[in-house]
């Protein structure tokens, strides 16, 4: 079944720097990948969706990338701010008729002021 | 305002008292699944929903059940809780099942003791 790993647990960065996240997968290549941001106690929040035909995908100061040879998403914010402190998920769709999305563990993200 | 509303925000209660978490949505999605969300181990999810009257399990499916007589409700049953059910749960939809984004409700913090 597929796995996926994000780079680390937790990650601190100072505000105005790039943050980058990684998330790796095993198995099968899927046809697309997304990214979620999960405030504590609350929901996933969808983010980007990105498919496997495109290299990178903007939204204002997030970026995300896709390389299927790689297997893996890299996931950037720019400029980042106190704000963006939070945990990220990466999620990959079901491998086949009824099977599930996989999730990630998550990156926790802290921007320092 | 797109929404999946889950109740309650905050449950507590005891070994063997069967208890229902609700979940709705108002966005005419067929697809329903219910998550929970441990320390270490991520999101799992328990059942699903592909449409009416057409449920399945996930992968932690033991001690719950669940239910779709309408599109727009999903709830979770735990019929006899156990202290090992203790979790964050999370209902989320989808247009389809495995080509769409995830929505995501607030959550279900549930303690049994």
């Known amino acids: 079944s597929q796995k996926i790993e994000q780079n680390s647990e937790a990650l601190n960065i100072q505000e105005g720097k790039t943050a980058t996240l990684t998330c790796n997968y095993t198995?099968?290549?899927?046809?697309?990948l997304q990214w979620y941001r999960q405030d504590p106690g609350r929901g996933p929040v969808f983010l980007l969706l990105?498919?496997?035909?495109?290299k990178e995908k903007r939204k204002e100061r997030l970026k995300v990338t896709f390389d299927t040879t790689l297997k893996q998403s890299l996931f950037h914010i720019t400029a980042s701010q106190p704000a963006d402190s939070a945990t990220y998920l990466c999620a990959l769709p079901p491998g086949g008729y009824g099977q599930n999305f996989v999730f990630g563990p998550g990156t926790r993200l802290s921007v320092l002021p | 305002e797109a929404q999946v509303t889950q109740n309650p925000r905050y449950l507590i209660t005891v070994t063997g008292k069967k208890l229902t978490v609700t979940c709705s949505q108002n966005m005419n999605h067929e697809y329903m699944s219910w998550y929970r969300q441990d320390p270490g181990l991520g999101l799992r999810q328990i059942y699903y929903s592909m449409n009416v009257e057409v449920t399945d399990k996930g992968d932690v499916p033991e001690g719950y059940k669940v239910s779709r007589k309408e599109k727009r409700n999903f709830p979770l049953i735990l019929e006899s809780p156990s202290p090992n059910q203790t979790s964050l749960y999370f209902c989320a939809s989808s247009r389809r099942q495995g080509n769409e984004k995830l929505f995501f409700g607030s959550g279900t913090q549930l303690s049994v003791l």
């Open positions: 990105i498919r496997e035909n495109e």
């Open positions: 198995n099968y290549s899927p046809a697309y």
